[in-house]
């Protein structure tokens, strides 16, 4: 039986770990040291409440080109030039964000899981920020109205070729995804069903402008057949008729439960959280709050169980270390030689994640980049995607930042080599490691308390147990 209730009013250090970890990005070093006592309620109430507080994100302003007749072709390169541009800005701006103490935590975790499951490629800095607004709007909502705002998303429309879906000639790329990938996964639909949804969506698409537009004169007004049920549906109508399927509160259940709690599936779990997920009208806040404070959240098994995808770990590390980047498109850098690039998923399913995140290349550049990055060093890195070069040469980088590890090491309170180890262990690994705190402080030779205690820290940031959460 899920276990919903709290177990007490105060909670040890590693809960609040695992909770802010798992809902945010972890907690910088002075924020630990205000919450690693708060009870699990105090501590999701906050988290919620924070979400509520954000602010959507200004969306750049993109020319109609076909209404510029007089341009030259270099000067409407350079206005698309400067679109794909803000792209990168979005990018490093929405990481650092993730980063960032005083932003909503939860709400950029909840961002980031559905970008993951909406995967979509933006070539355009309006479209992705626009894309952006819809996910942070609805991402503790209600999932009618995100799927809703994502099917009348302009990136998506181009991406999944919804542009293309007229009623003389269907076009079938986003009703297909709509159920394999957003909402029931395979095997609970067939393809008549996918034909028959195409013609659903028809005349769903966008201007040259990148806003959404419904083409009446190319929309199938037919009657149509859909999951048993027939009438003259249209988009809106396929959508409620999806969420009507409870295989659609089973899939986003366990990718949710996947991603948040487990990557290995406790199938009683997930079977009531989906139940509570359905019956309450696809309520994603109420779930997620269901899940932050039940008892089964905190269990052993789920502590350190995780490996952090790329952004995770990036958002961890600056937020750590108090990292100021001096060039924005360090963090776009990192992305690529790390393997997962926002705005730029390997295909519509996005990225698989979990073990994949890790291969020789990606293991040794995660070991090493903390210690790289604070004493300023260039370092090798093999770029795996990007959105401006997808060319996979070997480029050496230098990460121009400043750190402040001040914050970090003042967390060890001085008794003993060992036990400050054991300090700044309990802060920054969440998986439990056999490494004795002898060998850091062996392999850490260093008289001076401060330097030994960077050491330390940078230590403990170059072990396999780091890479969890």
Request: net charge positive; hydrophobic share 40%; proline share 4%.
């Amino acid at each position: 039986m899920f276990n919903y209730r709290y177990k007490s009013t105060i909670s040890p250090m590693h809960d609040m770990n695992h909770l802010y970890w798992r809902a945010g990005f972890g907690l910088s070093p002075e924020t630990w040291q205000q919450r690693k006592d708060w009870s699990r309620k105090k501590a999701v109430d906050q988290l919620f409440k924070q979400a509520k507080k954000a602010n959507p994100l200004p969306i750049p302003v993109v020319p109609d080109l076909r209404q510029m007749g007089k341009l030259t072709k270099e000067e409407r390169d350079e206005i698309r030039k400067q679109d794909r541009a803000a792209v990168i800005n979005i990018n490093s701006s929405w990481v650092l964000r993730m980063a960032d103490p005083k932003e909503a935590a939860l709400l950029e975790r909840m961002t980031l899981f559905w970008h993951g499951h909406f995967a979509c490629r933006s070539r355009s800095g309006k479209l992705a920020a626009q894309q952006l607004n819809t996910l942070r709007k609805h991402a503790l909502g209600d999932f009618r109205s995100l799927l809703l705002g994502i099917a009348q998303d302009p990136s998506m429309i181009r991406y999944l070729n919804n542009q293309q879906n007229k009623k003389k000639s269907p076009n079938e790329n986003f009703a297909r995804e709509v159920m394999e990938l957003f909402t029931m996964g395979r095997g609970h639909y067939t393809e008549q069903d996918i034909k028959e949804a195409a013609r659903a969506f028809t005349g769903w698409s966008s201007t040259s402008t990148g806003d959404f537009i419904f083409r009446e004169r190319v929309h199938d007004t037919g009657t149509k057949t859909f999951l048993g049920k027939t009438g003259r549906f249209g988009g809106e109508d396929i959508i409620d008729l999806l969420l009507e399927q409870r295989a659609t509160a089973d899939f986003i259940t366990r990718k949710i439960y996947r991603y948040f709690v487990n990557p290995k599936i406790d199938e009683q779990e997930v079977s009531y959280l989906s139940q509570q997920f359905y019956d309450s009208n696809y309520d994603i806040e109420k779930l997620m709050h269901l899940i932050f404070s039940s008892e089964s959240f905190y269990a052993a098994r789920n502590k350190g169980s995780k490996i952090k995808s790329p952004v995770e770990f990036l958002a961890g590390m600056i937020k750590t270390l108090g990292l100021t980047l001096e060039d924005e498109r360090s963090v776009l850098f990192l992305q690529r030689a790390l393997g997962q690039v926002l705005f730029d998923p390997p295909n519509v399913a996005g990225w698989p994640g979990d073990k994949n995140w890790i291969d020789n290349a990606t293991l040794m550049l995660r070991l090493n980049i903390a210690q790289s990055i604070v004493g300023a060093t260039a370092f090798n890195f093999r770029e795996k995607a990007g959105l401006e070069d997808r060319k996979r040469a070997m480029s050496r980088k230098k990460i121009e930042a400043k750190s402040n590890i001040q914050p970090l090491i003042q967390l060890a309170e001085g008794r003993s080599n060992s036990e400050d180890i054991e300090d700044l262990a309990a802060y920054l690994l969440l998986a439990e490691t056999k490494i004795k705190p002898e060998l850091i402080e062996q392999y850490s030779p260093v008289q001076n308390r401060e330097a030994a205690l960077t050491l330390y820290s940078l230590r403990l940031m170059s072990l396999p147990e780091y890479q969890m959460c």
